[in-house]
Every structure is written in structure tokens, then in C-alpha cells.
């Protein structure tokens, strides 16, 4: 089992950053990916960004430019930098986290809130 705890959330105006962290604890996996989505009222979840254990990082083209992901390995802890940030931003930021060994295992957080309002 992997655990996931987010933070980070919270009401910020147009144009304003936020920073998300999602720490992971539990039966890690050596290869994994750690990704964060969004769901907005009446929409359906979608992908902002990933990270592989082997680096790779890919954005959804909505973000892309303003929002960056990073880890820290050592701590099991990914991080969503949010810059610039619009209206439509606004939703439950969930963080992912797939291990895969012979199959892939998925688990997620409990999610964090967004408010991207004047």
C-alpha cells in the first residue's frame, strides 16, 4: 500500500502561484510515476502533470509554461508549482501515484482545493 498526503491548496487571485506537495509513503516502487490531476465542478478529471521515476516530466498543454513538477526522491515528495495562475485552474488537485512490478498499481490522495478568484 502507498499513502498520499497532499497540501498546499488554498484561494488565490488571477495571476497569483501556488505550490503543491504530495508526499508518499508505504511499499514504494523503484518504477513508478507520480502525477497530479484536476477536477473541476461538473467536469471530468483530468492529467496536469507527471513525473517518471526516470525523470520524464509531460504537461497537459493547458498548463504547459506555467505549471512545473518536480521531486525529491530522497523524500518521496512531489511538488506542482503554479504560476500565473487563471480562473479555469480552479478545481481538486489530486495526486497519483502508479507503481508498477509484473502489474501496475494505482493510488490516489484525498485531494487538495484551488480557488483561482477575485
Known amino acids: 500500500q502507498v499513502q498520499l498526503v497532499e497540501s498546499g491548496g488554498g484561494l488565490v487571485q488571477p495571476g497569483g502561484s501556488l505550490r503543491l506537495s504530495c508526499a508518499a509513503s508505504?511499499?514504494?516502487?523503484?518504477?513508478?510515476?507520480m502525477a497530479w490531476y484536476r477536477q473541476a465542478p461538473g467536469k471530468q478529471r483530468e492529467l496536469v502533470a507527471f513525473?517518471?521515476?526516470?525523470?520524464?516530466?509531460n504537461y497537459a498543454a493547458s498548463v504547459k509554461g506555467r505549471f512545473t513538477i518536480s521531486k525529491d526522491n530522497a523524500k518521496n515528495t512531489v511538488f506542482l508549482q503554479m504560476n500565473s495562475l487563471k480562473p479555469e485552474d480552479t478545481g481538486v488537485y489530486l495526486c497519483?501515484?502508479?507503481?508498477?512490478?509484473?502489474?501496475?498499481?494505482?493510488?490516489w490522495g484525498q485531494g487538495t482545493q484551488v480557488i483561482v478568484s477575485s
Open positions: 508505504g511499499s514504494m516502487f523503484s518504477d513508478n510515476t
Open positions: 513525473v517518471t521515476s526516470g525523470g520524464t516530466t
Open positions: 497519483n501515484y502508479e507503481g508498477r512490478r509484473l502489474r501496475v498499481y494505482s493510488y
